[in-house]
């Protein structure tokens, strides 16, 4: 069982849905969770970032976690066409910056104009 | 505010033969990280420094991978001799580590290796 478990999609919407992206995870070390997006061919960008269990709201993106399950989501509102991308879910045990993340596989976004 | 910079942004080589990767980090970040991505999957984690010293390698190939960053900014990842699976995007990203409850790390493009 890999640590960080992440369908790879691909996820196809039409424009103005509400989606839904979601990992699991097996390490109940793992205490801060991130989303990334990465277009292809470039490097992957922070989209959120969360410690506690909860919601986290930013703009038309929420993150929610679920430590108890060990279950995380990100939502994206009102989606456009610019947020085609593959979506990742990154974990880590002491903080985005102390030390390295382990990473999901991906889910690939489609959204349709 | 500059990127995380990387060169070469491709590369073609034949099995066997030697490899190597340039990064610089975001001005100020101490820490620094050497990822590869393969084809399909999530980054994983090769090697991370702190400074210009090792904090965790234990997912490097040593017996083919070598990483270093000397004085404590730019960093090298080498491949020698390179395999077929080695075929990936290497990607470098830093972070200044102020705050764990705040800090990120910052990718950079990456480089696409094609091992033929």
Request: aromatic content about 12%.
């Amino acid at each position: 069982q890999k640590e960080v478990e992440q369908d790879p999609g691909p996820l196809s919407v039409p424009e103005g849905a509400i989606v839904s992206l979601n990992c699991t995870y097996s390490n109940s070390a793992f205490q801060y969770f991130m989303w990334y997006r990465q277009y292809s061919r470039k490097g992957p960008e922070l989209l959120m970032y969360t410690y506690s269990s909860g919601n986290k709201e930013d703009g038309r993106f929420t993150a929610q976690v679920d430590k108890s399950s060990k279950y995380i989501s990100l939502f994206i509102r009102d989606s456009q066409p610019s947020d085609s991308a593959t979506y990742l879910c990154a974990m880590t045990y002491s903080g985005g910056g102390a030390d390295g993340l382990t990473f999901g596989k991906g889910t690939h976004l489609i959204i349709q104009p | 505010e500059a990127g995380v910079a990387q060169s070469p942004r491709y590369k073609i080589i034949e099995k066997r033969q030697s490899v190597a990767f340039w990064c610089n980090p975001i001005s100020g970040h101490a820490t620094l990280y050497w990822y590869q991505q393969i084809l399909g999957q999530g980054p994983k984690l090769l090697i991370q420094f702190q400074n210009n010293g090792v904090v965790d390698d234990s997912q490097l190939p040593k017996d083919r991978f070598s990483a270093e960053r000397l004085k404590g900014v730019d960093s090298t990842l080498k491949i020698q001799p390179a395999k077929l699976e080695d075929s990936a995007v290497y990607l470098c990203a830093s972070s200044l580590v102020v705050s764990r409850t705040t800090d990120t790390q910052y990718f950079g493009p990456g480089t696409r290796l094609t091992v033929l």
